[in-house]
Each structure stands twice: as C-alpha cells, then as structure tokens.
C-alpha cells in the first residue's frame, strides 16, 4: 500500500542526509518535495500542509542546519510528525464496559463491514478470550445474514440465530437479550450497508443506537477508495458518532492516502486494519510501525 510514498520519501531524504551541511533553502526545498510525495500518495491537502508547517517549525526551533547531522535530525522530525499524524499510539477495541458489550459496526456496501465483524469476533475470541455473538441486522438483504452466519461457523465464533420479518432495532434487541442470557461477553452487531449514503440508512443505525447504547461505533472504510473513504468518515462520524474505525484492504495496492490522513481528519482512531479476505487477515494499526515502513 506505501510502496510508492516509502520510494519518494526515501529518495528525497537520502538526498538531504548525504549532502552533510545544510541551509534553510534546502530543507524548505525538500519539504515542498515530501508535501508533493504526500498529496501524489493521496494525503488530504489539510493534512499534508499541516504536516509540512510542523515539520518546518520543528526544524527551525531544532535549528537543524547548526547541528552536525542536519539531515538526520530532519528525518528524525519527518518521522516523528508522521507517527503524530497516525495517531502516535496504537489503540486497540475497548471492552472496558459491562458484559456483554455491545459494539456497532456500520459503514457502507462492500466496504468489508461483514468480514470484518467475523475477522474481530474471531481476534477478540481467540486473543482476549471472550466470549462473542455476532447478529447481522441487514434485513433488506438476507445473503449478508447468510455471510456472517457462515463466517460464524468457519470462525467458530456464535451468531444470533436468524428469525425473519424482524427490523434492525428487535434483531439488536435481541441480540442483547441473547448475549445477556446466554453469557457472552461482547455481542458485535453488523448493521446494513448501502452503496451511498442516504438517510434512511443513517436513521436506521441511530435507531440501533439508541436501543443498545453500544461501548464502540466502529465505522468499516476501505482504504482504496483513498479520500473517499475520509469523506464517508467524517459523514458518518457527523451523523452517528464513530469511536474507532477499521481500514480494509490496505493489502491492496492503493496510494495509502486514507490510512494516512483518517486521523488526522477525523480525529479517531484507526483500531484495526484489514490485510485480506480470510478471516485472520487483520492487524492491529501501529502508528510507529506504519512509520517505520514508510520511512524505511
Ligand atoms: P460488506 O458489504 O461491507 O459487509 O462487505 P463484505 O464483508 O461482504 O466484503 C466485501 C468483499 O471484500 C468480500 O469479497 C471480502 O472478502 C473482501 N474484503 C473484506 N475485507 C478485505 C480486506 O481487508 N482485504 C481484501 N483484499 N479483501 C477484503
């Protein structure tokens, strides 16, 4: 996904730290380059020139061309703003709540909601040893409720039996009431995409909202949608309230300018991160080791 960013950044700041001595023209000349490579990588424009003011204002203050290693001091600065981009620490789904915990997954058609939900049922079953129900609450398409039901049984993790003629608000509510009197400690509630965002699908999940008060609002984005994908963020976290979000496909190989500006435009945090179809293809998203990687 930052083949192409992780290529121009390294050129141009291995060009900087092999030039020894350096003057405010050449690390204002530089910056112009990486604020390019950033918005070529699809970094929202806010994004990018804040990013670039940062930098700059570090540099100076630093007073990086004295120093004896400008070049170095001014890659250490790049990353440093980029790991403060991201969202500087990595931060996991919260079940600090009372059992079972719901958390609602939204977001639109074909972004990956579905697989997604089983991918952390899976993560939250088998690595923090809960104990999880997954309800699919897409009434108008009962293929979705097929998925997760199969997903369930590949996963081994347990879905709410399907009762036809329901709505999303008593599918969630009984989702719960399954949850409460079966024991489960985290019931995970995959609510109906659609292809756009319309309000009818905005009411719908504020109404599954209301009826289960959930301890996370995880928003599915894919990644290669690129500044779409912050457009249906900032939509969505307007109209519902997100608390996290979960990038898909970032296996593919796209700019990388959602992962990259998602925090920085929305302000919330990317908790996970899609890395394929099967169903253990998801990572946690680590602004560090995101850094790492795209600096080299
Ligand atoms: P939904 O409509 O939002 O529920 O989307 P689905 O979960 O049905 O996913 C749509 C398609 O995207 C499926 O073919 C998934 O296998 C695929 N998919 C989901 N997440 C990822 C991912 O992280 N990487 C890749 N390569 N494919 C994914």
């Known amino acids: 996904m930052f ?3 992780q290529d121009r950044l390294g050129g141009i700041l291995d060009r900087l730290t092999r030039r020894g001595a350096l003057t405010e023209a050449d690390v ?3 910056m112009r380059e990486v604020r390019r490579a ?3 990588a699809d970094v929202a424009l806010e994004v990018a020139r ?3 003011d940062n930098v700059k204002a570090r540099a100076v203050g630093f007073d990086v061309v004295k120093s004896v290693t400008p070049g170095q001091m001014v890659v250490k ?3 440093d703003e980029l790991v403060k981009m991201l969202g500087s620490e990595a931060q996991g789904i919260s079940l600090a709540a009372s059992a079972p915990v719901p958390i609602l997954m939204v977001g639109l058609q074909g972004s990956g909601k579905t697989t997604s939900t089983a991918k952390i049922g899976r993560r939250l079953q088998t690595r923090e040893k809960r104990n999880v129900l997954m309800a699919s609450l897409d009434t108008r398409r009962p293929a979705a409720m097929e998925q997760l039901a199969t997903l369930g049984k590949q996963t081994e993790v347990a879905t709410l039996p399907i009762v036809p003629g329901q709505s999303a608000v008593q599918i969630a509510k009984r989702a719960m009431e399954a949850g409460r009197l079966g024991g489960y400690d985290v019931v995970l509630l995959d609510t109906a995409g659609r292809t756009t965002l319309d309000e009818a699908l905005m009411a719908e999940v504020v109404e599954v909202r209301q009826a289960t008060n959930p301890h996370e609002v995880l928003l599915v ?3 290669l949608t690129g500044q779409d994908a912050v457009q249906t963020a900032r939509a969505f976290d307007g109209a519902l309230g997100v608390t996290g979000i979960v990038l898909t496909r970032l296996d593919g190989d796209g700019r990388g300018g959602a992962a990259l500006s998602m925090r920085a435009v929305t302000g919330k945090p990317i908790k996970l991160v899609g890395v394929g179809e099967k169903w253990d293809a998801v990572d946690e998203f680590d602004p560090q080791r ?3 990687r795209i600096l080299g």
């Open 28 to 30: 204002s000349e530089a």
């Open 38 to 40: 950033l918005l070529e």
């Open 77 to 79: 600065i790049v990353h």
């Open 3 to 5: 083949d192409a960013l």
């Open 221 to 223: 984005v894919d990644a």
């Open 290 to 292: 995101v850094a790492n």
């Open 50 to 52: 804040t990013f670039i």
